[in-house]
């Protein structure tokens, strides 16, 4: 049973940076997996950031590719989002989310997809 743990939240002036980790554990070295980061800020829909499967192929959307970047251990089990020159609109509650990646499936950043999810860490920029 995969058991995700997001830390590094926390208030920030906006220009400054964050890095959020994603803990992983219960993870089979032998399976690969799609990992994503999304954010939900109050009264806002959770909005998908990015996705790293287990080759380290990343996708990020368009509007923070330029400003964050997701990145992970060697393994699977640390997932990182380097979040650089933070706005007020990005605070938010950031959560790490995972799936199993099937032989010849594609690491999509589909909120549904994702059965493994973390409780998020907050973080607040003003």
């Known amino acids: 049973h995969v058991q995700l743990v997001e830390s590094g939240g926390g208030s920030v002036q906006a220009g400054g940076s964050l890095r959020l980790s994603c803990s992983a554990s219960?993870?089979?070295?032998?399976?690969?997996?799609?990992m994503a980061w999304f954010r939900q800020a109050p009264g806002k829909e959770r909005e998908g950031l990015g996705t790293i499967d287990s080759d380290g192929g990343t996708s990020s959307v368009d509007s923070v590719k330029d400003q964050f970047t997701i990145s992970k251990a060697n393994g699977q089990d640390t997932l990182y989002l380097q979040m650089n020159n933070l706005k007020p609109e990005d605070s938010a509650r950031y959560y790490c989310?995972?799936?199993?990646?099937?032989?010849?499936?594609?690491?999509?950043?589909?909120?549904?997809?994702?059965?493994?999810w973390g409780q998020g860490t907050q973080v607040t920029v003003s």
């Open positions: 989310a995972g799936r199993q990646l099937w032989p010849g499936g594609v690491c999509r950043l589909r909120r549904a997809d994702f059965g493994y």
């Open positions: 219960g993870t089979n070295t032998k399976t690969k997996y799609c």
